[in-house]
Each structure stands twice: as C-alpha cells, then as structure tokens.
C-alpha cells in the first residue's frame, strides 16, 4: 500500500533516465503549455474581474488577498481536472508509448505497442481516454448533485469532501494504470476488475498522483504514467 502510494511520486527521477526521455518530452510539454496557459488567462481575467468589481482605493479593498486564495485554490481544482482530462486526451498516445518503454526498462521485453504504427496508438489511446471520460461523468453528476444538496449541512458536508477525494484518487487510478494495461490487450472491463481485486492500493496509487497533481503540475502527468507502469508489473500483472 505505501509502495502503491509512493509509485508516482518516486518516479519523477525516472524522467531523467536516458531511455525514457525522449518519450516523456511530449507529454511533458503538452502539460506545461495547459498548465501555464490555464495560470495566465485564469490571473489575467481574475485580476480584469477584481478591478471591477472591487477596486484597490475602495474600503472593502482587504478582500482582494483572499480572493486570491480562494482563486489559487480554484485553480488547483481546475488544473486537476483540466490536466486529467484534456490533458490526457491529447497526450494519451505519447502516454501509451511512455508505459511501454517503462515497462521494457522493467522487465527487458519489448511489447507489441513499440512496434505498432503510431496512429493505431493513438486511435487505440484515444479511445480508451473517451471511454474513461464517460465513466468519469456518469458518476461525477451524482457527486456533484449530492455536493449541491449537502454543502449547508454540518458533518455530511465533510463526508462528502471525503467521497470527492476517494473518487477523485479512484479515477486517477484508473486514468493512468490503464495505458500500461491497455498495452498488455486488457479491456476496460479486465482492467477494473484487476484494480478492484487491489482496490485499497489502487486508490493509495491515486492519491500519491494527487499529491503529485497538487504540487508538481507539468511533471505529474510522465511522473504518473512511469509509476503506474511501476505498479503494473510489481503488483497487479501477477
């Protein structure tokens, strides 16, 4: 479990590594144009909004650096879900490369992936990012609905914090794990119900690519694809 949990976050040195690197590129450089583009035009409208609607020379001018909090936090959510999904859309077959050549390094043999022609990557890549993509919003309206209902209730409220951190680890285990079990022909279904027999250190994996979400922002997404090729072959493709 703590493995599962240290698996993405410990894979940020693997970025370095020489046979890795030229796959990492891509989607390295599609995260850090999202994730910078994302800063730059939420500061740059955030601060339009302010000058507004709330002026430095009014008195309720001390408001100003809480709103900034409150946006910095707001965009953390959105880089979440920004990076997980759009993100990811458009990086899923340079990812599906990336957990193949992990997954070489590890083991020494080559898989069927390194020598497909790369549009029948992508169009394979893209795919399954679509089919997680409406896994993910068939079960976010429910959350999102109860959130709506419950926000004013004490204590049910936490709970439901709660239930948005587990889902959130949850999808992100399934987001990555998917391109390195993709890669050894698993479907969606034969994909779920290996993470389900490992369920606790599936959503321990998920919630180190949180953290790793949180605080590294364009590393996350090749970090997180090295570790979930790592937790692939170490304890689930047994």
């Keep these: 479990m703590i493995n599962a949990f240290l698996y993405p976050l410990s894979s940020i040195t693997w970025l370095a590594k020489r046979e ?3 796959a990492v590129l891509v989607p390295l450089l599609i995260n850090m144009v999202l994730f910078f ?3 730059w035009l939420g500061s740059h409208y955030f601060e339009v909004f302010l000058n507004q609607w709330l002026p430095a020379d009014t008195g309720w001018a001390w408001l100003r650096p809480l709103l900034w909090l409150l946006a910095v ?3 953390l959510v959105m880089g979440f879900f920004s990076f997980t999904i759009v993100g990811n859309l458009i990086a899923s077959p340079f990812n599906a490369i990336l957990a193949a050549r992990t997954e070489l390094l590890i083991t020494g043999k080559s898989s069927e992936r390194l020598s497909q022609p790369f ?3 992508a169009k ?3 795919s399954s990012e679509l089919f997680k993509l409406r896994y993910l919003v068939v079960r976010l309206i429910p959350l999102l609905i109860l959130t709506l209902i419950t926000s004013w209730i004490p204590m049910i409220n936490l709970f439901v914090s709660s239930l948005w951190l587990i889902f959130g680890a949850w999808f992100l285990a399934i987001e990555y794990v998917d391109y390195p079990m993709a890669n050894n022909q698993l479907n969606a279904k034969e994909q779920l119900t290996k993470l389900k027999a490992k369920r606790i250190r599936s959503l321990s994996f998920g919630a180190g690519t949180s ?3 949180m605080f590294l922002g364009p590393l996350a997404m090749p970090s997180a ?3 979930a090729t790592r937790y692939w072959v170490n304890q689930l493709k047994g």
């Design 119 to 121: 549009a029948v990557v």
């Design 124 to 126: 394979e890549a893209i």
């Design 211 to 213: 953290l790793l979400m």
């Design 73 to 75: 936090m707001m965009f």
């Design 225 to 227: 694809t090295i570790g």
């Design 20 to 22: 890795l690197r030229s």
């Design 37 to 39: 583009a994302i800063a």
